[in-house]
């Protein structure tokens, strides 16, 4: 039976720090700590791109994780109505911000993109390691 957490966060810039807060505690919760720093650094791009473009004033936005067999899912979802393209173009290499979605991409295992009735969900995908594989593993 897959595992799922999900927290609401508000719009501000501390929380990120919170999101990544949130995750770490949840992956090290389930045991699930080889893709901990990848899964990290896309909530904190994620979080950061929901703040920056998908959070109205007033709004939250919401973090899940979800562990179906060896497979975690991160989704942030935010309640804007900016649509989002993964595949669009790329930040000039110069420019100082516009990576987020590309380092994501470079990370994680998937990236997609799922429209909900009210705003959208930025999900990524990464293929872990169960916990009993590692300390085999550590064994040898």
Request: proline share 5%; with cysteine; glycine share 8%.
């Amino acid at each position: 039976m897959p595992l799922s957490r999900a927290r609401r966060f508000p719009r501000s810039r501390a929380s990120v720090r919170d999101a990544r807060a949130f995750v770490r505690e949840v992956l090290t919760d389930w045991g699930h700590t080889d893709r901990l720093d990848d899964i990290t650094l896309c909530v904190s791009e994620l979080a950061t791109n929901a703040l920056l473009h998908g959070v109205p004033p007033g709004r939250e936005y919401c973090v899940s994780l979800a562990l179906d067999g060896s497979v975690i899912r991160l989704a942030v979802r935010d309640s804007g109505d900016r649509h989002l393209d993964v595949d669009g173009p790329e930040a000039d290499l110069d420019a100082c911000s516009g990576r987020g979605l590309r380092l994501a991409r470079e990370v994680a295992d998937d990236l997609g993109v799922t429209q909900e009735v009210v705003g959208k969900s930025v999900w990524v995908a990464f293929k872990s390691v169960p916990p009993s594989e590692c300390a085999r593993e550590a064994a040898y």
